[in-house]
């Protein structure tokens, strides 16, 4: 088992966290990347780590550097009345505790890949597809026409993986929710009424579907999410190009018309131009009947709506993979051992995400922190003791 060759799709945080591990029990691995280089695009907002993800991180043998980089303070939550744009819930961590702190993605994401030895990642090498050999091996055909064989191809390709159509028919459905980011830089300085109205983490106003949010990253940097329900191709039938920063702008302000101009100054003092992100999630229970040689992590197997726990589960999907890995004497015992623990988990996480969506369709206030527990309480259930 310690030359047997393995290929990770995909250098998101859950293939990066199982190349890490695989790597400490010896093991060879070779992720392919389709992005061109590790700093070719901005990898996203802040993620809270739990339990779940920081459990990847020690199996990592990562602490002390995750922890030089986390942000506790950055767990501050404050939901504000849409109207009146009074501070209506408030959830401030204990003193500097590290239950669930927060992260840049790019910094999580640059933390593993300074972790793994020089020349693991293939960059700019975008798959195309998956099949079996017959042999209980896979093939890995690449976008560039070549194709190589291992003993074992890990899709960790996310939500629109090319390596899940080998092992299941199903694709992720689109859930009706919207999300349009933009983005505040330099908050502190040139937008303070803005930085004070975010706080040290997470802002968020609702009402009924509709919900502005934005969230401090490192360095007076700030995300702005818009979210409501429509359409997919909503902006096509409002004859909206994202390209017109100006337009899009006028019409987001029509969608949260009514709302208070402290929370609108979110839309209207934007930096960047605005990026739609329609929220997709695969079936509650996804499932694949074993196939040799091909498996799957993170949201490649269980895309689930952005309740703060898919990058966390992401990653340990990951280090649960490599510890099979490393701890079975046969290759396809181990990937059975895996998908067993993390398909359980996956369902009940999805049925808990699907559960806490059917509660925030009315007007009540969300508190986060207990639903984000209730969640990973579901998920500890999941698992079997130990
Ligand atoms: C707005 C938003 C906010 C979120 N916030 C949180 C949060 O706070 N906490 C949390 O836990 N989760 C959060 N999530 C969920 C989280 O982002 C995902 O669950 C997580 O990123 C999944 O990790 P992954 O490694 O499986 O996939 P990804 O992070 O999507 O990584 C997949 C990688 O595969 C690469 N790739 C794709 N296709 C190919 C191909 N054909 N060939 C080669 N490489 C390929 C991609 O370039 C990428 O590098 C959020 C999601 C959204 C949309």
Not at 123 to 137: E, H, I, L, M, R
Not at 207 to 217: D, E
Request: aromatic share 4%; proline share 4%.
């Amino acid at each position: 088992m310690t030359s047997v060759s393995i290929a990770i799709v995909g250098a998101g945080i859950g293939g990066l966290a199982c190349a890490r591990t695989l790597q400490q029990y010896g093991r060879p691995v070779t992720v392919f990347e389709r992005e061109p280089s590790a700093r070719s695009r901005w990898q996203g907002g802040m993620l809270d780590l739990h339990d779940t993800g920081q459990a990847a991180i020690r199996a990592a043998g990562l602490v002390e550097e995750f922890r030089a980089l986390a942000r506790p303070e950055g767990q501050e939550l404050r939901g504000l009345d849409p109207v009146t744009g009074e501070l209506a819930h408030h959830e401030l961590p204990a003193d500097a505790t590290m239950s669930a702190p927060e992260i840049d993605r790019g910094q999580l994401r640059g933390l593993l890949l300074d972790s793994l030895a020089r020349g693991t990642v293939c960059w700019g090498q975008p798959a195309a597809a998956v099949s079996q050999t017959g042999d209980g091996t896979a093939r890995l055909h690449l976008d560039d026409g070549t194709s190589q064989d291992f003993a074992l191809v890990v899709g960790a390709d996310g939500a629109w993986s090319r390596t899940r159509p080998a092992l299941s028919d199903a694709s992720p459905v689109y859930t009706g929710e919207t999300l349009v980011e933009t983005y505040l830089d330099d908050v502190d300085t040139r937008h303070p009424a803005l930085a004070r109205l975010v706080g040290s983490g997470t802002m968020a106003a609702k009402s009924g579907r509709r919900m502005l949010s934005a969230q401090r990253n490192s360095d007076g940097h700030v995300r702005v999410y818009a979210g409501f329900q429509a359409p997919r191709d909503w902006h096509i039938a409002a004859g909206l190009d994202f390209e017109d920063t100006a337009a899009v702008r006028e019409h987001l302000l029509t969608v949260f018309d009514g709302w208070h101009d402290s929370l609108l100054d979110l839309i209207r003092d934007s930096d960047g131009g605005f990026v739609s992100r329609p929220l997709h999630v695969l079936p509650v229970g996804h499932t694949w009947d074993h196939v040799p040689g091909i498996t799957l992590l993170g949201d490649a197997a269980h895309l689930m709506p952005p309740y703060g726990i898919g990058a966390n589960l992401a990653m340990l999907d990951g280090t649960d993979l490599a510890m099979a890995i490393a701890t079975h004497d046969d290759l396809d015992q181990a990937v059975r051992a895996y998908e067993n623990l993390m398909l359980t988990r996956a369902t009940a996480a999805a049925q808990a995400c699907a559960d806490l969506t059917a509660t925030i369709t009315s007007d009540t206030v969300i508190n986060v922190d207990a639903a984000r527990q209730h969640l990973n309480e579901r998920i500890r259930d999941a698992q079997p003791a130990g």
